[in-house]
């Protein structure tokens, strides 16, 4: 198995494209077809996947539902001046 | 009347109950954006009330069928942008920098990435080490990783969000990434994780 990969940063870019689901499928089956020849590439998708898992299931919060109350209590509020208002304009 | 629904096409109980159907199940997400590109949790409040009242009163030019979503967030995007961000600061240096080779494709002046982060370490850190690491990077990366790491986003519709080319889209998605690690290996190190 390789242990230095000398176009690392185009795999990198490769990697994160597979992730994003935004690779082509040649790319995809071209880099898996190395993969488990390059640890560096190894390791590289690993890291990646780690990171975009991580940030999506860890960095997540809700809404805070007062903020919610708030706006449909604001957007009601608009409906009933829109209500009061129409008759006066038409 | 025109300041509350503008150029109304539809009533405004037909908006209101559009409203609710296709932006309220993504209340949740538009608070995550706010939140990470304010980072003040009054500002956020304030910037998702404001979103979606602008919401509300353009919901004529809305598609309904189109992805909502992808709607939303290009508003408050808009809106941080021109009322927010002035409030906070203007952009850093470095901001503009990083901003500026992304656009001009000047990727050569890039190390790749060679930190010794390791996906076991990046899986045993909390949520907030991870957080406080995108708040930490200038705001149009901490933008783009948001948008395509936590809503999932193609880079098509982060394209139109941000309005700018998707090759600018992938360029800038490639920094940001590679900016977060180097904090993320930073932080690891200073803890004595790696």
């Known amino acids: ?90 | 009347m025109d300041i509350l629904v503008e150029n109304s096409k539809i009533s405004p109980t037909v908006a209101h109950a559009t409203f609710k159907r296709e932006f309220f199940p993504h209340m949740d997400a538009m608070y995550n954006f706010a939140l990470k590109l304010t980072n003040d949790v009054d500002e956020a409040r304030d910037l998702v009330q404001d979103t979606c009242m602008k919401a509300f009163r353009f919901i004529h030019s809305f598609e309904p069928g189109t992805y909502a979503k992808a709607w939303l967030f290009r508003i408050l995007k808009n809106n941080f942008i021109n009322d927010y961000r002035k409030k906070s600061r203007g952009p850093s240096k470095v901001e503009f920098e990083w901003v500026e080779q992304s656009i001009t494709g000047d990727e050569d002046s890039e190390p790749a990435f060679q930190a010794d982060l390791q996906a076991e370490t990046v899986n045993e850190m909390l949520g907030d080490e991870i957080t406080a690491a995108i708040q930490a990077l200038p705001v149009d990366f901490r933008m783009i990783i948001i948008l395509c790491d936590l809503e999932e986003f193609s880079y098509e519709e982060m394209a139109r969000i941000l309005n700018i080319p998707i090759g600018t889209v992938r360029s800038r998605l490639h920094r940001a990434r590679t900016l977060l690690k180097e904090a993320l290996t930073t932080y690891a190190r200073s803890k004595g994780y790696v």
């Open chain 1, 1 to 90: 198995m390789k242990t230095s990969c000398t176009h690392h940063k185009e795999c990198l870019k490769v990697i994160q494209r597979i992730l994003d689901k935004e690779a082509t499928s040649a790319e995809e089956a071209q880099f898996l077809a190395n993969k488990d020849q390059c640890l560096p590439c190894q390791e590289g998708y690993n890291l990646e996947q780690s990171l975009k898992n991580a940030i999506k299931t860890k960095c997540s919060v809700s809404c805070p539902s007062d903020l919610f109350t708030r706006i449909e209590a604001k957007l009601f509020l608009v409906l009933i001046l829109i209500s009061i208002l129409i008759p006066l304009f038409c």
